[in-house]
């Protein structure tokens, strides 16, 4: 048995692919966790922003919610929405969106509007927000799902954010400066995309899960036969996520 | 100028005067905050229908007023509770039709700011890459594809938004409308630039001079302000910056009294139709949930020096 849960993990996996010096553009939940356990155990340059324009907040107590005051205190600077959606596209940047979606394709595309036709949908979802924009704008894109067959599909109901598009070279050709899904992390592993194709394959399991699991659980055909086995978070981590970034498991649970 | 320019008016004779049946309002301009809900409610209870809402993340106002079925079309990037998620009375009307169907251009956040911004500058259109390579811009009359007649580049033309009317709720303004705002704005000054009318909400009315000694907080000027209403806690349960956090048990208690229609109609029937005005919902609210919500944790911010 395991001595951490799977958001833990989770949070951990994401946190990994931060690198010291990036631009963080967060979300609540999650994000909010990989964020700030990322900049507290190995990116410490790295830095927290959010779409209200909250630039680098103290980040003392767990914002719960983007409208949360705490958002914008102790910042170096409080712009608007058009300033951060300025810095998440900025050149000199290395930004970095976390992402969530009701449905995910092959090559990273997410729907968070409908299920069932666009006309008379199933189920109608708030829309796109700021998440069409941060995965047009960002440099990488972290997107957090669970794994489930009706989540992983070959063909959205709707393409709110572009991941790869049709993959390959098509997110280029279609206009697109830069940017594109780096990883997605779910409850079982993490998924990456081929370098060439753009489509998405297993990168790594999370200790305890076979990589029949995870096709099992994903809706289209998915390469597992280069997974590894990620490793175990380091008590560090744990240490750091637990009692630093939320002590009061506000989103640890 | 006179400090008294007849701007400052009860809510409901704003509501009145600005909010007319038919008309285009942008709302929720703050994101998550600042949200102007006393102000919808006076609109759910003076019953004026057959709008245009417009805004980004716009927050359960528009779930509200589109279960009221006062609501034609939404111009929005983002419609429901920020709390728990989904907006049960969006989703029945965009669904089911019920209780009217619901015309929805989807937009994205940054393109609702830019087509604001567009319409601010009196220009027709912005450019924009978001939403780019997204289903929003499918059969959406606000988006073309265009080329940089520069470079050549793939981008969108947005279609420049121009509101009948903002509602905006903000810390504090004075007399003349110069309104003071600190804390996550959104597109507030875009919204406000762009609208032919506006009305702030605000927490306190205050001299003029408060405002004049920090005038690099104040998020719009008074010429383009039409009424100031006093609405202390004009935003619950949404935050305000310095005043009151974010009233989570509301959100919640909203999205479970509206997955039904009957419960979504007693929802209303408690809390905007049975309360004649604001100080009658603060008081159904009572003072010691209202007292959990104030500022637990002062961080006052610094004063300058303007002088010469």
């Given at each position: 048995?395991?001595?951490?849960t ?51 907040p ?16 102790g910042?170096?600077m ?79 109901d709707?393409?709110?954010?572009p ?24 409850n ?21 899960v076979?990589?029949?699991q ?13 997974a590894?086995?990620?490793q ?16 009061q ?5 | ?9 009860d ?39 057959r ?8 927050n359960?106002p ?12 939404v ?23 019920f ?21 601010a ?9 978001s ?6 811009v ?17 981008l969108?033309?947005v ?40 009305l702030i909400?605000?927490?306190e ?17 008074g ?76 961080a ?9």
């Amino acid at each position: 048995m395991s001595n951490y849960t799977k958001k833990e993990m989770m949070a951990l996996a994401a946190g990994r692919l931060v690198r010291n010096g990036d631009v963080l553009f967060a979300g609540t939940g999650l994000s909010m966790l990989a964020a700030t356990v990322a900049k507290r155990v190995h990116a410490p340059d790295a830095t927290v922003f959010f779409e209200t324009g909250g630039i680098d907040p103290s980040l003392e107590e767990l914002p719960l919610a983007v409208a949360d005051p705490r958002v914008m205190v102790g910042t170096a600077m409080n712009s608007g929405l058009i300033e951060a959606f300025s810095i998440l596209g900025h050149r000199r940047l290395r930004s970095i969106a976390f992402l969530g979606a009701a449905q995910i394709d092959p090559y990273g595309n997410i729907n968070s509007t409908v299920l069932g036709g666009y006309p008379k949908p199933k189920v109608r979802f708030p829309g796109s927000g700021g998440a069409c924009d941060a995965a047009s704008l960002a440099h990488a894109v972290i997107i957090f799902m669970q794994h489930e067959r009706r989540r992983f599909v070959e063909q959205l109901d709707y393409l709110t954010s572009p991941g790869w598009l049709q993959g390959g070279d098509s997110r280029q050709r279609a206009g697109f400066k830069r940017g594109g899904p780096l990883a997605v992390v779910t409850n079982l592993g993490i998924m990456k995309f081929e370098e060439e194709t753009k489509r998405m394959y297993l990168a790594e399991v999370y200790p305890g899960v076979a990589p029949e699991q995870v096709a099992e659980n994903t809706g289209f055909e998915v390469d597992i036969s280069r997974a590894v086995v990620a490793q175990d978070p380091g008590e560090d981590e744990l240490y750091t996520l637990r009692e630093k970034v939320d002590p009061q498991r506000l989103i640890l649970g | 100028m006179s400090e008294d320019t007849g701007k400052i008016q009860d809510l409901a004779s704003a509501i009145k005067r600005l909010a007319r049946p038919g008309a285009s309002i942008a709302l929720g301009l703050g994101l998550e905050g600042f949200v102007p809900f006393a102000a919808v409610h006076e609109i759910m209870r003076q019953n004026i229908g057959r709008l245009t809402l417009i805004g980004p993340i716009s927050n359960i106002p528009f779930d509200q007023l589109a279960g009221a079925g006062l609501v034609e079309r939404v111009i929005a990037a983002w419609v429901g509770n920020v709390s728990t998620g989904l907006g049960h009375c969006y989703r029945r009307a965009v669904e089911k039709g019920f209780p009217r169907p619901l015309e929805v251009i989807n937009h994205s956040n940054f393109s609702v700011g830019l087509a604001l911004e567009a319409g601010a500058r009196g220009l027709p259109l912005a450019v924009s890459q978001s939403p780019l390579g997204s289903d929003i811009v499918r059969d959406n009359p606000h988006f073309m594809h265009m080329e940089c007649p520069f470079s050549g580049r793939k981008l969108l033309a947005v279609k420049a938004l121009k509101p009948d009317l903002a509602i905006i709720h903000t810390q504090r303004a004075d007399a003349q409308g110069n309104a003071m705002c600190w804390g996550a704005v959104g597109i507030s000054r875009q919204a406000a630039y762009a609208a032919e009318r506006v009305l702030i909400t605000c927490e306190e009315i205050v001299p003029g001079e408060v405002i004049r000694a920090d005038p690099d907080r104040t998020l719009v000027p008074g010429f383009l302000v039409d009424a100031v209403c006093e609405v202390p806690w004009g935003a619950h349960p949404a935050p305000v910056q310095g005043y009151y956090g974010l009233d989570n048990a509301m959100y919640v208690d909203y999205s479970q009294s509206t997955r039904d229609p009957h419960q979504a109609e007693k929802w209303f029937g408690e809390w905007v139709h049975g309360v004649k005005n604001r100080e009658e919902y603060l008081a159904k609210l009572g003072r010691s949930r209202l007292n959990d919500l104030m500022v637990k944790h002062p961080a006052r911010g610094g004063s300058v020096e303007y002088g010469w």
